[in-house]
């Protein structure tokens, strides 16, 4: 065989080889080009909208907690003067409206206030401080609001009571959350629906939806958490959803 032959022979398996190279390299390009496409158009065929609704809401129950202090540098006397001090704080409650069974009084607790020198303790009893709480459930909430603003007029007496202000809760937020949660659909539908209106698409069925914690809130309140807010201080709220919908787009 001519070298000259085995030359032309080379030739046609390189040119061979190069064919099916750009043969393979243009089907493989043209695939990934039609997957790429696929892969936008799945991406590209929803949109996400987040709905919102509110609602007015006023607490209908009250739970007020108060705290009793005295002090003495006997252990007994401290304990009498608390009993004492209970007594006048359980009668203005009383006369003021309250019924007997919305008052609850806890145990007596104390301690020693020992008597410090630069830093250490000199194992001498200063005095002793007795405490006691009284807890007050009532669904007259504007009753429990008037009772702690007015309560400057027994302090005024002696009577040592740390009014850590009364706390309003709305019950019936099992009710009010579904409600709120189906406006917040609607709303959330309304706005994929201007939206893709805008782009000359259509909005398909829904394909996912979240739901954000409740917010309790005062009226006037913008405050929200990502775990849900409970404003406790106000008897008016304000009680608001929120959810996260994702739709099809035709």
Do not use: C, H
């Amino acid at each position: 065989m001519s070298d000259e032959f085995q030359a032309k022979k080379l030739s046609r398996r390189s040119i061979t080889t190069v064919f099916a190279a750009l043969i393979l390299a243009v089907g493989m390009g043209y695939g990934l080009s039609l997957v790429g496409t696929g892969l936008a158009s799945k991406a590209g065929n929803s949109i996400t909208v987040t709905g919102s609704a509110k609602t007015a809401a006023v607490a209908d129950n009250a739970v007020w907690t108060l705290n009793v202090s005295e002090m003495s540098q006997q252990v007994s006397v401290a304990v009498k003067k608390i009993g004492s001090s209970v007594d006048s704080l359980s009668k203005y409650l009383i006369d003021g409206g309250l019924s007997t069974e919305a008052i609850e009084i806890g145990g007596v607790t104390t301690y020693a206030n020992n008597e410090f020198l630069n830093g250490n303790s000199t194992g001498r009893v200063l005095s002793y401080q007795a405490n006691q709480n009284v807890t007050v459930r009532s669904k007259d909430v504007e009753l429990i609001k008037k009772l702690s603003n007015g309560l400057g007029s027994l302090l005024q007496t002696g009577v040592n009571i740390n009014n850590y202000g009364p706390m309003f809760y709305v019950s019936n937020l099992d009710v009010l959350r579904p409600k709120l949660l189906a406006e917040a659909m609607v709303d959330a539908k309304a706005r994929g629906i201007s939206i893709t209106k805008a782009v000359d698409s259509k909005l398909g069925p829904v394909l996912a939806v979240t739901s954000g914690p409740v917010q309790v809130t005062q009226p006037d309140s913008v405050d929200t958490s990502a775990g849900g807010m409970y404003d406790t201080s106000s008897i008016p709220k304000s009680v608001s959803v929120t959810v996260s919908v994702s739709f099809k787009v035709n």
